[in-house]
């Protein structure tokens, strides 16, 4: 993040008396992407909207929670994860140092967002790097949940299913018990699919895996996952954003909100329920989660 970047943090008006209740939680997006996202933040807690931002690296993680330090915590509409994403995956010695910074930042991180495999196109290349680089992060979240410090995962998951449950399985990062996931207390990790993209069976898959998943327009796009959204369990739905799409690009809190509204509006056709109902179960579904995870207090909405 640029030292412009941290200007446009720090330079935001928070007149914090005008906050309201959350009604959306947009359960994955890159605010810290984009150059006015300080501002954002601000705009999307005055709208009464929790954000959940990802980052793609460690050090982007670091960037991330320097720039939103100051006014983030009272505010309260924002966790920032700790990212570690396959795009990112470079060569031996790069991947080392990533693990290295990552090992270390990941007992002080409730939420971990990105980490995952990419098997698509171009990223196939990487694929060998991608899972001695993921299944180190499994043992990380392995040992965390072990020591009673359970996460909140936010998975990538493209074209590498069968890898990535291997990994998570083999780890013991992920408690098989799919029937309650978030019953062990801090002893547990919470995982999110962002973006699912996938078939009927490979949703089933995944919620028997204890999974939630969260959908944004990519998926919508697709007939498989339109059936699959279909069927899936209504307490495993989420909604997101995943904007921006790129580092350096603006976005404005309406935008945001207008794409949660229209992901709610067409999930909620897919199921054959109002919006209204639709909208009450993903947020009743991401409190639920945030406060199981420790990310929100039981108490904040």
Known sequence: MSKGTESAFNQSALPLGALKPFRLFDMHCHCA??????????????????????TVTPQDYLKARHAFALFHPQ??????GLGCHPWWVGED???SQLMAEFSSLAPQARVISEVGLDFSGRNADTRHAQEQVFSLVCQVLAQERQAG?????????V??????????RRSGAVVSDAAAPCKSGRFANWFVVHGFSGSRELAAELVQAGMYLSIGPR???????????????????LI???????????LQAEAQIGVLDTVVRECAQIRGVSQEEFAQVVGENSRRLLVDAGVLPGSCC
């Open 93 to 95: 010695s790069l991947n």
């Open 159 to 168: 074209k590498s299913s069968s890898a990535l449950l291997g990994h998570l």
């Open 240 to 250: 997101e954003t995943d904007a921006p799409a790129a580092q350096g690009q603006v």
């Open 33 to 54: 992407f984009a150059p006015n996202a300080g501002q954002l933040v601000a705009d999307l807690a005055h709208a009464g909207v929790f954000a959940c931002t990802g």
């Open 219 to 237: 998926g919508l796009r697709s007939r498989k996952t339109r059936e699959a959204i279909a069927v899936v369990p209504a307490d495993r739905l």
């Open 149 to 157: 410090r359970g996460k909140l995962v936010f998975l990538h998951m």
């Open 75 to 80: 505010v309260g509409n924002l966790a920032i």
